[in-house]
């Protein structure tokens, strides 16, 4: 009873989550998808939690957890894809499969279940919660954790992958734009997912250790830790849930190519022959030396495309094959490099190193740590003593 109590108050924030994303001036269409699917994920543990209370004046409604469950996740991943590659356009047929699914479920239990006298469907539900579901419920039941679930969740993961290549290659810079956040989101549903299939359908309908429906318990304790966390994540950063002018100013959510082959194939096809990409390449490194682009913390592949007058997609061709790294590293191992002369500079002695790092380009202290261990392998504080080791013996 107090679990049940305390998931009630914990999903309920999910439907204020719901709320504030519609109150939002500036509304997008990943807004309107996450709304939905936070509003769904509230029914959807309130239907379970609550399904004893709701069978006394319906023995149906309950029941729809599943077929809301299969609009969840094709609404999860819609949503997905709207943050990573831009707005879904539903006028598109294939975007429409993803409701097939839940169409088919609601066909199904249209067909099997609510056509039945109200005699036959009480004992075809009480057949369900002792544990002896008829074949159709089992096809929904299975079809949703073992293969729904998984693939939901692979197809977004891939999405965000893509998306996290794509900023590497045309953005120096991640803060702000990066979707760390919702790949830690993922994780959590990974672990949701975990819990539902050892809990429920191992423990509770293949070897019946636990009883019936308290399998579920557990995976529901985790959606309301999902829930929570993208509240508190969501209001903390105001990436979520706050309308900011200025936010969306600066970091306008990017789209991303939808060309996500592997370098070596992607520029296959290009026109640009060796001589020319030599030309290119000491423009680039030239404009480099003189101008220092890098030191602007939010320089572009664009950006440094309108300047060497070298087109964008050559100049992401050029770093690739000629230098071996994609447009983010290459730019932030000349941060680096600018912060290893700034400290090797006696004047700069009185400064700290997070200021030194924000006067090579870097506008994050935890990205500057990240990336400097990644290019030296030391921390820039173990890199700071060394050299500070070697003055003395000097």
Not at 36 to 53: A, D, S, V
Not at 347 to 367: H, I, M, P, V
């Amino acid at each position: 009873m107090l679990l049940q109590v305390l998931l009630t108050v914990g999903i309920s924030q999910a439907l204020m989550l719901s709320a504030l994303l519609l109150l939002k001036r500036r509304k997008s269409q990943a807004d309107y998808l996450l709304s939905l699917q936070l509003l769904l994920l509230f029914l959807i543990t309130m239907l379970f939690l609550y399904k004893e209370e709701i069978h006394a004046f319906s023995l149906h409604i309950s029941l729809h957890a599943f077929s809301l469950s299969y609009l969840a996740l094709a609404l999860f991943y819609l949503y997905v894809k709207a943050v990573t590659t831009g707005p879904v356009h539903l006028g598109n047929w294939p975007n429409w499969l993803h409701f097939l699914p839940f169409g088919t479920v609601l066909l199904v239990m249209l067909i099997q279940f609510h056509s039945m006298p109200p005699g036959a469907m009480r004992q075809c539900l009480d057949g369900i919660m002792a544990g002896q579901p008829p074949v159709w419920f089992l096809a929904i039941y299975y079809a949703f954790f073992l293969g729904l679930f998984p693939l939901y969740l692979w197809l977004s993961f891939r999405a965000l992958q893509r998306h996290e290549h794509y900023l590497l290659t045309k953005f120096s810079y991640t803060e702000d734009i990066s979707l760390g956040w919702l790949n830690r989101y993922l994780w959590g549903l990974c672990v949701l997912a975990t819990f539902f299939l050892l809990f429920e359908v191992v423990g509770g309908q293949l070897f019946d250790w636990l009883g019936q429906g308290i399998g579920f318990m557990p995976g529901f304790v985790v959606m309301v830790l999902l829930v929570l966390y993208l509240g508190y994540f969501g209001l903390k950063q105001q990436i979520i849930f706050v309308d900011s002018e200025e936010r969306e100013r600066k970091a306008p959510t990017p789209v991303i190519a939808t060309d996500d082959q592997a370098p070596e194939l992607k520029y296959q096809s290009s026109s640009l022959t060796d001589d020319r990409a030599e030309v290119y390449l000491q423009r680039l490194l030239a404009h480099m030396d003189a101008e220092k682009p890098y030191l602007e913390p939010r320089i572009t592949i664009a950006d440094l495309s309108e300047r060497t007058g070298i087109p964008a997609n050559y100049l992401s061709q050029i770093i690739n094959e000629k230098r071996g790294q994609n447009f983010f590293d290459f730019i932030n191992s000349y941060r680096v490099r600018e912060f290893q002369v700034l400290l090797q500079q006696p004047e700069n002695r009185q400064f700290t190193l997070l200021s030194l790092a924000y006067d090579s380009g870097f506008n994050s202290k935890s990205t500057f740590n990240a990336i400097f261990k990644k290019t030296t392998g030391l921390t820039p504080s173990e890199y700071a003593s060394r050299e500070v080791a070697q003055w003395e013996a000097n």
